[in-house]
């Protein structure tokens, strides 16, 4: 019944079941959950001349007569006199004159809205009207009303009625997908009085345990998903246990110009230790910027090539790539370990080599992007794959590169900070290890917000560090995706600092348009100090550890997130010196309060759980991606209580191997199919 089309029901013709369609309905299941957005409380009526000014009231009253007054062409007042039991006032529509016809003089009606008093007369503006005596099983008022999310030509009278059908239609009894044991033992409502209640609540006590009951179920779902992906896959073949002397990796830090932090070593620990389990590693490293990951991650690689297997690491762009290259083949080849480079601009002779290289299993390090998980890539013996920057890549290439080996560990490596419980969300299926410290002697970065006034100052201030010595970065505005746009940007403010602002200094500009050998060169020049002033679009374009920079000017910065500011304000205070990092307000009219945070803290774990807060797990990175998962109802960080008792639970199924007991079946089926569609 449930999986019934929507047009099954009754007042639902194929327009209306288009316009469902739009809403991404096409069953009565899908209905169902089609969760209200919120609720009116009309369960209290009261009189309207007992009203206080702009209280929201429903109230019963009768039509005495009916006025109409054409406003401006288009915008008509319509206006009854009403008689409630205590006393008179108005009622007010706009535009509806249809409504005189429908509700003649003498009508009984009850009528919910915002209350105003004008020269001691209450008037009604009204949001919802029914006429009294209509036999609809009161959906509309005396009750606790749903209100959805709807779209033009659908109205939420005519939603709520339907809804109203479907569950009288199959709403006596849904099929029950949680296991009776859980339902139990957490006292959870049965899915038939949960999508009731969710919809109808009979009082607020039972809308508030049909949520919990509904959360828990997705929650529940998604983790379930995720993890049985995991167990089915390491069940299914053995891992590598890779081998337990760390006598190169000790070489490894005793060659380091310091010591390991704490944080370092613990996370080292927790990564070697997963390494030598047979077992498949799937660890997050997550640390804020700087906090040294890469060397973290070359302790791995380390151990994985002393054991004869090759390693792959895998970042999001050329530049980056090249960077790693190079830090890498630093630390390594003391220790007579060769690292190469894979990207698309490796030219095709150098690439052939490689290739074959990798496959006959003398390549031991390669880093590169996306040119890493194409087919001609073949690895002899890949034992460890790293990912950088994750969550710019999708579930589904992150499956890709573990499949160039049979069950090689895994390590994702992760500099935008994300808050614990968003972790546990998308990450639900891996371990997850912090990097909770930052190296000694890192000075905070001295963060202020400005507007266009202050910029002769701030021109002068860059001026006085150049002139110390110093470099700067100048942050252009993202304007859109587009990197025409952007670059475009950035051009013209290039051109404006070198020839009016800043004349007598160099100049630099790096944007998405300039191709791999451009982009290089100028980052170069950047490293070895040639350019005084860089000038770049995105994030990424400047991965680099230039630690004699110490000004950056962020343009447009309300335009960004507080996880990317932070990110970017991450390049400066690398150094000795003190840093400054200046987010300029482009618009006047933006208000301050968000980025506030960032004058004030500088832990990126913290600002990134106030981004997510303010802007929900969705906009913290900018669009649906990455298998990012949208719940209906459960809300992520304030349902993190639910989202870790779910995350136990789908644990506790994986690890007594629960999938095949009657009980936990369907859930399990479910589970596993919905995860599939979200990561292919
Ligand atoms: P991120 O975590 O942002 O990738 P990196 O690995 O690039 O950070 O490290 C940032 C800088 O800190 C590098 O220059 C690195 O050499 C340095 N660094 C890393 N660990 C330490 C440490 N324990 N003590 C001092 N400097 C360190
Ligand atoms: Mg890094």
């Avoid at 345990?209 to 089915?232: C, D, F, P, S």
């Amino acid at each position: 019944m449930i999986n019934k089309r929507v047009s099954e029901l009754k007042h639902i013709g194929s327009k209306k079941a288009a316009l469902l369609n739009n809403l991404g309905i096409t069953t009565i299941g899908d209905l169902l959950w089609h969760i209200p957005r919120r609720y009116e409380d009309r369960s209290k009526l009261k009189e309207i001349t007992n009203a206080v000014n702009g209280e929201e009231i429903t109230t019963i009253v009768t039509i005495i007569s009916w006025e109409q007054k054409e406003i401006r062409p288009n915008l008509c007042l319509l206006k009854a006199f009403i008689q409630g039991k205590n006393g008179s006032g108005y009622a007010i529509w706009f535009n509806q004159s249809y409504l005189k016809r429908q509700l003649p003089a003498g009508t009984k009606v009850i009528l919910t809205g915002k209350v105003n008093f004008k020269d001691f007369i209450p008037q009604i503006q009204v949001t919802d009207y029914e006429i009294l005596g209509e036999k609809d099983n009161n959906l509309h008022k005396g009750r606790i009303v749903p209100f959805y999310q709807l779209t033009n030509g659908l109205t939420q009278r005519w939603f709520r009625a339907i809804i109203a059908q479907a569950l009288e239609l199959v709403g006596k009894d849904l099929p029950e997908i949680l296991p009776q044991s859980f339902c139990k033992k957490y006292r959870l409502l049965s899915k038939t009085e949960a999508l009731n209640y969710i919809h109808f609540p009979p009082n607020i006590t039972q809308l508030y345990q049909a949520q919990r009951r509904l959360k828990y179920e997705e929650l529940l779902i998604w983790e379930l998903g995720l993890n049985l992906r995991r167990t089915i896959y390491e069940n299914g073949v053995q891992g590598i246990a890779h081998i337990k002397d760390n006598y190169m990796v000790e070489k490894l830090i005793d060659n380091l110009s310091f010591s390991l932090t704490e944080a370092q070593k613990r996370v080292l620990g927790e990564i070697i230790n997963d390494m030598e389990k047979p077992t498949p590693m799937a660890r997050l490293l997550q640390g804020d910027v700087g906090s040294g990951k890469t060397i973290v991650a070359a302790g791995a690689i380390v151990k994985a090539v002393s054991g004869g297997w090759q390693t792959a690491l895998m970042v999001p762009t050329e530049v980056l790539a090249e960077q790693h290259r190079a830090t890498l083949e630093k630390l390594l080849l003391p220790l007579k370990i060769p690292v190469v480079s894979l990207t698309s601009n490796t030219p095709s002779n150098e690439r052939r080599i490689i290739l074959k290289k990798l496959a006959t299993g003398e390549l031991p390090v390669i880093v590169g992007t996306h040119a890493l998980i194409q087919d001609s890539v073949i690895f002899k013996s890949l034992g460890l794959a790293i990912i950088d920057e994750q969550h710019r890549f999708g579930v589904g290439q992150r499956a890709a590169l573990e499949a160039k080996g049979r069950c090689p560990d895994l390590l994702v490596l992760t500099a935008t900070p994300i808050p614990r419980t968003l972790a546990l969300t998308i990450y639900g299926d891996l371990d997850i290890s912090y990097l909770d410290e930052l190296p000694p002697g890192r000075k905070p970065v001295v963060t202020r917000i400005l507007t266009e006034t202050h910029r002769p100052k701030i021109y002068e201030f860059i001026r006085q560090e150049i002139k110390k010595g110093h470099q700067v970065y100048v942050i252009c505005p993202l304007i859109e995706d587009s990197e025409n746009i952007n670059a475009k940007a950035a051009i013209a403010m290039a051109k404006t600092l070198s020839e009016e602002i800043f004349p007598n200094f160099n100049v630099g500009l790096v944007h998405g348009r300039l191709n791999f050998k451009e982009k290089e060169t100028v980052m170069n020049d950047f490293r070895k100090g040639k350019i005084n002033i860089l000038v770049a679009t995105t994030v990424v374009e400047i991965g680099v550890d230039v630690p004699n920079a110490t000004v950056m000017l962020i343009e447009g910065a309300e335009r960004l997130g507080l996880a990317q500011l932070h990110q970017l304000r991450g390049r400066v205070g690398r150094g000795q010196s003190n840093a400054y990092c200046f987010l300029m307000v482009n618009d006047s009219s933006y208000n301050n309060k968000r980025l506030r945070i960032l004058t004030k803290s500088q832990d990126g774990f913290k600002i990134s759980e106030y981004d997510l807060r303010l802007r929900g797990p969705g906009e913290f990175y900018g669009t649906r991606q990455h298998g990012m998962p949208e719940f209906r109802l459960a809300k992520i960080p304030q349902d993190k209580r639910i989202l870790e008792q779910a995350k136990k639970d789908a644990l506790y199924i994986c690890q007594h191997k629960l999938w095949t007991s009657p009980e936990f079946q369907k859930l399990c089926q479910l589970s596993l199919e919905k995860i599939t569609n979200l990561t292919i």
